[in-house]
């Protein structure tokens, strides 16, 4: 049985437990300038010496008009890769991989009515940011696709109603993202992976896995499955129909769905704050990850908490 603490290897790129932090902007250590602050690096440092397994640096804005707040991290230019480097680096001296998120805020459910020329032009800053994300010594990117931001509004079947080559039926809308997986391929290999985090109700499950068979089909490393633009119809808190005996939050949910429909990993994200939790999620081939965020702002030392009580629960000593 796989433990929440076994490793797992994508790739070269050798990931000791199962844990992950996720991309959480932390808007209270970052400037409005975009850049990288000394409370920022020693967030991460804390993180990874706390035991995590894999970290994904947050969402991170390929154009300055693109940002969903402004004090959020910038790449839109080569003055950004030093202060990112730092947290790469810091990262790998405890042993830690770290990928970076690439992000844009969109234009919510106007993304029909925007300019195939801008959307082009982004797809340009994108390209851009992945190759200053690599000189930066990252070990992957994740291509921020969920959360109602720019890719999600592009997948989404609710709001991108376009009649162009980025909108109409289901390719066209992937067509963003298969463009920047495709034109940027020659960037990724063995030891700098590619993660895609992805609206699992876009705005059905149904259409979240759709979408996660065709990144794989791209060539995709890894899914993180979290919410999209949801269908309006559902007025309560879950955005798609959970059996009742599922005991944890619905977006995790819809990642134990989509990874039956993936041969490549998933990480579940959501209110995971037990390590009981994270390990039945583990224990029972549900998910590949979990990732833990909102917890790990309280206590950046999670996973080696997690380790003594999985430990205390089994019996294991000396560990």
């Known amino acids: 049985m796989t433990s929440l603490f076994d490793p797992l290897k994508i790739r070269n790129i050798e ?7 996720p991309p959480l902007v ?8 975009g850049y990288v602050t000394d409370d ?24 300055e008009d693109g940002k969903l707040r402004e004090n959020q991290l910038g790449l839109w230019n080569d003055s950004f890769t030093d202060g990112l480097s730092k947290i790469a680096d810091k990262c790998h001296e405890y042993n830690v991989p770290v990928m970076i998120q690439i992000h844009h805020a969109g234009f ?16 340009e800053d994108f390209k851009s940011a992945f190759i200053r994300a690599k000189k930066a010594g990252f070990d992957g990117i994740e291509i921020h696709g969920a959360h109602t ?4 509004q592009l997948n989404s079947r609710l709001w991108n109603t376009r009649d162009d080559k980025f909108g109409g039926d289901f390719l066209r809308r992937m067509y963003f993202s298969k463009r920047l997986i495709e034109e940027t391929r020659y960037l990724f290999d063995d030891n700098f992976i590619l993660g895609y985090r992805m609206g699992g109700n876009e705005p059905e499950l149904q259409d979240g896995i759709e979408i996660a068979k065709y990144l794989e089909s791209l060539g995709v490393d890894i899914l993180h499955v979290s ?15 959970v059996p009742d005996d599922f005991p944890l939050d619905w ?6 769905v989509i990874k039956k429909h993936v041969n490549i990993p998933v990480i579940g994200v959501r209110k995971i704050k037990k390590e009981k939790d994270a390990s039945w999620l583990i ?3 549900l998910l590949d990850f979990v990732a833990v965020g909102r917890a790990m702002i309280a206590r950046p030392y999670w996973a080696n908490v997690a380790k003594k009580e999985y430990d205390a629960r089994h019996g294991i000593k000396n560990s």
Do not use: H
């Open 15 to 21: 990931i000791k437990n199962r844990i992950v932090l």
């Open 26 to 33: 932390r808007f209270s250590i970052v400037g409005t300038d």
């Open 40 to 63: 920022l690096i020693k967030w991460y440092e804390d993180v990874a010496q706390g035991g995590t397994g894999l970290i994904i640096v947050e969402a991170t804005c390929v154009s």
């Open 108 to 123: 919510k459910d106007k993304i029909k009515e925007v300019p195939t020329t801008t959307l082009e032009k982004i797809l």
């Open 149 to 152: 931001y720019l890719i999600s």
């Open 227 to 241: 919410s999209g633009v949801p269908n309006p119809e559902y007025l309560r808190e879950e955005k798609v129909d």
């Open 251 to 256: 977006v995790v949910y819809m990642g134990t």
């Open 283 to 285: 224990e029972n081939n």
